[in-house]
């Protein structure tokens, strides 16, 4: 990513790499077949024909077999520091990144205290260029220590490095307060990412309002606390010509208001998860029901329909994680006590893959497309494997089966939606900015030096 100066990172060697007979899919980029992918210095210095490219001094790499594509980009994780290092870190979350075939992620600001000042902001940016696998964007909060009362010093926030803004966690509350910052936006740029809720809709709600919510005897949480704020966020975007990014859709409703928004022509990015993409409310019904418990919740087959409706059609821009780590113990309670929140970096592709695409759900390359999104929303270049940009590349084994969590995770936390389940589809190398953040130990068998 050429602005990739706004992210930080551990710096290191460019990496000087040969992918044989590696066959690529950038369909953005329009690039497509087998190919001998030459990264030299970090950079993709050729896409020769297979098997044609010169050894040199490169680690040369057995492709065949296998698939390059744009490494992928979140733009929703949340990091946990400062104050919950016991869930996760810089160095651990981006590890889970590299190991999901991303290269860059953008950690959320509802860390304790939450992101408000830029030597809040200056403090991550120096620990991500000590720590970071993959580069690493920060957000600042919109309200002072995300109390929803005051607007952060902006402006500053900005010159400290915030990639943009956000409250994620809570929605905000106050049309009043989004409006001032959206008219700050203006002269201070960054993105406004919106967790959309209305605290007097969702009220008490542990999970989606529906007829599993009914059956269980579970407070619910409307499609419409969804819905509604989005309409209203979106009419204020409008208003002040504003850009506003929509985060974890979930219900049919937000679709549809999303969608009507971006006709009205509003300045609008969203994204959807991949729980929310894969599975149903239905899973909450399971003895291991905290395991899918987030928030927004999981809701109904249609709902999920129309998120992959929104997919397809361009309505959800990427595909996004909500990363959120827990301890073991703060999951292992009552439904009703249990912490919300999934992590998803390290198994995002595979199950999108494996529930997706591997049924005819959706198109490879739309997956690819999606997963590699969610840079251009917050004003960075999108990973390409064009010629001449910086190598970012996730190779992957299509036909690879593997069990989640089998052999633990890079994240400190293993709260995964999908732990346990066999998913098709892994993440054999990761190059992120440059350089290889994450080879698969069993990998290094295909490997000649
Ligand atoms: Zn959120
Ligand atoms: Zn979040």
Redesign the pocket.
Same mark, same amino acid.
């Given at each position: 990513m050429a602005n990739s100066a706004q992210l930080d990172a551990r710096s290191g060697p460019g990496a000087d790499v040969i992918l044989r007979e590696a066959t690529l899919l950038d369909p953005v980029a329009g690039i497509e077949g087998s190919h001998d992918v030459v990264v030299r210095a970090g950079r993709i210095a050729e896409l020769a024909a297979p098997g044609s490219a010169e050894d040199g001094e490169a680690e040369t790499v057995d492709a065949a077999g296998l698939h390059a594509f744009p490494a992928f980009f979140d733009p !929703?994780v !949340?990091l946990r520091t400062p104050g919950h290092e016991h869930k996760e870190d810089i160095e651990t979350g981006t590890r889970s990144a590299a190991a999901g075939g991303f290269c860059g992620v953008i950690a959320?600001a509802n860390t304790e205290p939450p992101v408000s000042t830029a030597a809040d902001v200056e403090a991550l940016r120096e620990a991500a260029r000590e720590g970071a696998s993959v580069p690493t964007g920060f957000l600042a909060t919109v309200s002072k220590g995300m109390a929803g009362a005051e607007l952060t010093e902006m402006a500053e926030l900005r010159e400290a490095g915030a990639l943009g803004f956000s409250d @994620? *966690?809570l929605p905000i509350r106050s049309a009043g307060l989004l409006r001032r910052a959206l008219q700050y936006q203006r002269l201070c740029g960054g993105t406004i990412a919106l !967790?959309e809720e209305d605290p007097e809709l969702s009220g008490d709600g542990l999970m989606h309002e529906g007829s599993v919510s009914a059956a269980l005897g579970l407070a619910g949480v409307p499609s419409i606390s969804e819905s509604t704020m989005i309409a209203r966020d979106a009419a204020i975007a409008v208003y002040e010509d504003a850009r506003i990014h929509v985060? !974890?859709l979930s219900a049919a409703e937000s679709v549809e208001a999303t969608r009507a928004a971006k006709a009205a022509g509003a300045r609008i990015s969203a994204e959807a998860t991949p729980h929310h993409l894969c599975i149903t409310d239905e899973e909450v019904r399971s003895l291991d029901a905290t395991r899918f418990k987030m928030n927004p919740p999981l809701r109904t087959e249609v709902d999920r329909q129309a998120l992959i409706e929104g997919l397809r059609d361009g309505t959800i821009d990427c595909i996004a994680t @909500?990363h959120?780590p827990h301890a073991a113990e703060e999951k292992e309670l009552t439904f009703e006590g249990a912490a919300m *929140?999934v992590t998803g970096l390290e198994t995002a592709f595979a199950a999108v893959h494996t529930d997706l695409v591997l049924p005819g759900t959706i198109e490879l390359g739309l997956l690819v497309e999606r997963l590699a999104g969610g840079a251009e929303p917050f004003g960075l270049e999108r990973p390409t494997l064009a010629v001449g940009s910086e190598a970012n590349i996730a190779l992957c084994d299509l036909g690879a089966e593997w069990t989640v969590g089998e052999d633990g995770y890079e994240s400190r936390s293993a709260n995964s939606w999908c732990a346990g389940r066999r998913l098709t589809g892994r993440v054999l190398l990761t190059v992120a900015g440059g350089q290889v953040a994450f080879r698969l130990r069993s990998f290094s068998l295909g490997v000649a030096t």
């Open positions: !929703h !949340h959320m @994620d *966690g !967790h985060q !974890h @909500d959120a *929140g």
